[in-house]
Structures are given as C-alpha cells and as structure tokens.
C-alpha cells in the first residue's frame, strides 16, 4: 500500500476492536490541495472524505489481518455503509474505532466509528462524525479457485512499521 491513512494504533483487542488515529497537516498536499483557492475566494483544506473512509478501511483491515497472525490476503470487498457529518481540517485529529461482527476463513464484516478532536474546540473532545460498515474477503480463499502470489502483497512493510512503532506487532 502506498499511502497509510492511520498514523498510529492506540489499542487493538483481538478478533474484537482496533482503535488507531490519524492527525491530519497542513503540510500533506491532498489537504492543502483541496480546496484551493479560487478567485476571491480562500483556500478551503480538508482531509477528503475517501480518505477518511479508506484510514477506516486500513484499521478494520488491520484487525481483521491480525485474526489470522497476518497470514491472510486480506483485501477490501464491499463498503456496506459510509456515513460522515462533517470534514476534517488541518489541526484536527481523526479517531477510527473498527469493530469485529464476524472474522471467518472466507473474510470478514466490521462495524466502524469515526470521531473528529477539532482544536477549535480547545477541549480535545472527540465527536462521532461517522459510521463505516466494510466487508474483507480473504483473497487465497476465494470462490473462484483463482491463485496469488504466496508473499503477502496486501499486508506491506509500511503497516508492519506503523504497528511495530505503536507496540502492537513483534514480526519480521
């Protein structure tokens, strides 16, 4: 994976929830990019929703991974329900909670909430500001029969420093 949405995984219950948050910069471009000014009209940054939706796809993904000791190809299958109120801006910091409803050896569903700290506020209270409901297929178990590559392409080196930083992975 080339971009990580999460920087930092704060618990992880196995088979049960993963919590991980992201802190959202000025300094990334698809924030400052988007939107940029125009005319007379100020520059408007925020962190894109299909971001926000895919730092909730990586954190499920990661719990539904760490089921099966990372053996798993575990890909994205089908996004149930994405649900969100409002943006994130630079300064804000997104909460992504995952929660397993059913890990098997066919793939996995998981309940997801979004909460949002905004330094606006200055009280570093976080508000739910979405729900996200995603299903994982794990690839090697597929209907098809079809094959992959045996290294685990999915699972990269940047989720297993992310996790070995935050104290939650021991592996290669």
């Given amino acids: 994976m080339r971009w990580i949405w999460i920087d930092r995984v704060l618990e992880l219950r196995p088979r049960e929830r993963l919590v991980a948050i992201k802190n959202i910069t000025a300094g990334e471009d698809w924030v400052a990019n988007h939107f940029p000014p125009k005319g007379n009209s100020p520059a408007l940054p925020i962190f894109p929703g ?6 909730m796809a990586q954190t499920a993904g990661i719990l539904v991974c760490e089921a099966s000791n990372y053996k798993e190809k575990v890909v994205l299958a089908k996004i149930g329900k ?91």
Wanted: overall charge negative.
């Fill in 82 to 172: 994405a649900e969100l109120s409002r943006e994130a801006r630079p300064g804000c910091t997104l909460r992504y909670t995952a929660t397993a409803e059913r890990i098997d050896n066919v793939g996995a569903s998981t309940k997801g909430i979004v909460e949002l700290s905004d330094p606006q506020r200055n009280d570093g209270a976080f508000e739910v500001i979405g729900h996200i409901d995603l299903l994982f297929s794990h690839l090697d178990n597929n209907f098809a029969g079809a094959k992959f590559p045996e290294h685990n392409f999915v699972f990269s080196d940047g989720f297993k420093d992310l996790l070995r930083n935050s104290g939650f992975y021991e592996g290669d």
């Fill in 50 to 55: 299909c971001f926000v939706v895919e730092g």
